[in-house]
């Protein structure tokens, strides 16, 4: 893996445009549990089973109470080595740009300004019925509701079986398109679009990397494959990290 790793070390440093795709494994070193490790379960609900539209339709103050205590985990945690990383090749690459999949807001928060929340943000509130939409990081009532219109609130993010933020997609394609290097992180590519783009990206010339803990069902495709933590790999990827 080390020669692996200074190819790829050496291709960062000699590229224009980078284009990085992260997962709920990106923030599991800052103590944010996966949706799909062992750690995805609360209470006796499977987290994924809580992130929909149907569950939210019959039970809003049971994915509330799941909402409201993911706010307050998160907000405890920190952004980890891997978040400082992606920060720092920000701005050392020319043109770069951070899609993520998460919802923590810790890429943010560890600097980088050029990022995709594809999936919304747990520090976004939208009313169920009216226009209204706001970012909010205090803490809420157990069901909160809109001040506008006095409908429920739900919580900023996309579920599953929910279409993404509009604009979203057609902008990452446009971005994946003309990279050089695509990296994809901490993520199982189990969730669509986002498991597809290395294939727009090698479809287009870029190099694919994959980092991540374990194999994924992508790995077979991608040009590099370096397996570990995020947040010891990465690191290594930067120069004068
Ligand atoms: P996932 O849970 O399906 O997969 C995470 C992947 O990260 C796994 O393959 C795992 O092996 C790997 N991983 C775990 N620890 C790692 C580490 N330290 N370094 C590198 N890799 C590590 O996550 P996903 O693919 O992002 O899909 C889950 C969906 O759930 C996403 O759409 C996301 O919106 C949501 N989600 C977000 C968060 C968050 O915001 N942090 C957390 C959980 C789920
Ligand atoms: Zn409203």
């Keep these: 893996m080390q020669a692996d790793l200074e190819m790829v070390k050496a291709l960062l440093d000699g590229s224009r445009k980078v284009v990085v795709l992260t ?36 039970n809003p103050e049971l994915v509330w109470e799941f909402y409201n205590w993911r706010r307050e985990m998160v907000g405890k945690c920190k952004p980890n080595a891997a978040h400082e990383a992606l920060a720092e090749m920000e701005r050392q690459i020319p043109n770069f740009l951070l899609i993520t ?43 909160p509701e809109c001040p506008v219109c006095g409908h429920l609130l739900r919580p900023g993010v996309v579920w599953f079986g929910e279409p993404l933020v509009p604009g979203v997609l057609r902008l990452a394609i446009e971005q994946i398109n003309s990279a050089d290097v695509f990296l ?29 803990l374990e194999p994924t069902v992508n790995t077979g495709f991608m040009d590099f494959a370096l397996h570990g933590k995020a947040g010891e790999i990465l690191p290594e990827l930067v120069t004068g990290f």
Excluded at 30 to 45: A, E, Q
Excluded at 128 to 143: F, G, I
Aim: hydrophobic share 35%.
């Design 23 to 58: 997962g709920a494994g990106t923030s599991a070193e800052s103590g944010v549990p996966t949706f799909r490790g062992r750690d995805g379960l609360w209470k006796t609900h499977r987290a994924e089973d809580l992130a929909r539209p149907d569950s939210f339709a019959n």
């Design 101 to 143: 999949q998460n919802v923590d807001g810790l890429h943010s928060l560890a600097g980088n300004r050029k990022v995709v929340e594809m999936h919304g943000s747990l520090w976004r509130l939208k009313c169920t019925v009216c226009a209204h939409v706001r970012e909010d990081r205090s803490r809420l009532p157990p069901v």
């Design 184 to 212: 994809s992180v901490g993520t199982s590519n189990l969730v669509q679009p986002a498991a597809s783009f290395y294939q727009l990206a090698k479809d287009h010339g870029a190099v694919t990397v994959e980092i991540n």
